[in-house]
């Protein structure tokens, strides 16, 4: 079991920065892919971010790329998402997810946090 608990949301002006955490339990977290997601209202969840249990491999959506970067540090326990340039569009609840490889963790991941609400003002 993995347990997700993600922080660092807020409110920002448009072309602001913040750093999301997600503090995972277990001793098992190295072993996951990790990543994040958003759902802004009316809409669907997205894949946002993702990276690989060793770190080496990242993945972006398109709409945050080159803007967003995704990190881990396996020996807190803990996955980041620092976001620059943040436009209005990404405003949403940003969701920390785990998932035994990268297929299940952008189609269907093993465990959500209970998210961290992120809104970005023009």
């Known amino acids: 079991q993995v347990q997700l608990v993600e922080s660092g949301g807020g409110l920002v002006q448009a072309g602001g920065s913040l750093r999301l955490s997600c503090a995972a339990s277990?001793?098992?977290?190295?072993?996951?892919?990790m990543g994040w997601f958003r759902q802004a209202p009316g809409k669907e969840r997205e894949f946002v971010a993702g990276i690989s249990w060793t770190g080496s491999g990242t993945y972006y959506a398109d709409s945050v790329k080159g803007r967003f970067t995704i990190s881990r540090d396996n020996a807190k326990n803990t996955v980041y998402l620092h976001m620059t340039s943040l436009k209005p569009e990404d405003t949403a609840v940003y969701y920390c997810a785990a998932g035994t490889n990268m297929y299940q963790l952008r189609s269907n991941p093993n465990y959500w946090g209970q998210g961290t609400q992120v809104t970005v003002s023009s």
């Open positions: 277990g001793r098992t977290f190295s072993m996951y892919e």
